[in-house]
Nanobody, 114 residues
Framework: QVQLVESGGGLVQPGGSLRLSCAAS????????MGWYRQAPGKERESVAT???????HYADSVKGRFTISRDNAKNTVYLQMNSLKPEDTAVYYC????????WGQGTQVTVSS
């Protein structure tokens, strides 16, 4: 089993920044994919950014150039640095670890509003 604990969400003004963290514990494989997803009210959950154990990354077009995903394999932690935030980035952000099966975090609310 894998447990994920997210932190770093909150309220920020448009143009501001936030950094999300997700710490994984339990049976973590050396090779996996960690990622961030988000779900806004009335919308489906969507992929924001993913990163492999070897550092390969993928971003949604809507966040390219503004968000940066990174990971610390020694700490089994994945981060999402979010800059130039927009109101449309408002959502619950979820962390996911994919290894044989998917494990999800509980989610953290990000609200971008003036």
């Amino acid at each position: 089993q894998v447990q994920l604990v997210e932190s770093g969400g909150g309220l920020v003004q448009p143009g501001g920044s936030l950094r999300l963290s997700c710490a994984a514990s339990g049976s973590i494989f050396r090779s996996n994919v960690m990622g961030w997803y988000r779900q806004a009210p009335g919308k489906e959950r969507e992929s924001v950014a993913t990163i492999t154990s070897f550092g390969g990354t993928h971003y949604a077009d809507s966040v390219k150039g503004r968000f940066t995903i990174s990971r610390d394999n020694a700490k089994n932690t994945v981060y999402l640095q979010m800059n130039s935030l927009k109101p449309e980035d408002t959502a619950v952000y979820y962390c996911k670890v994919s290894q044989v099966r998917d494990y999800w975090g509980q989610g953290t609310q990000v609200t971008v509003s003036s």
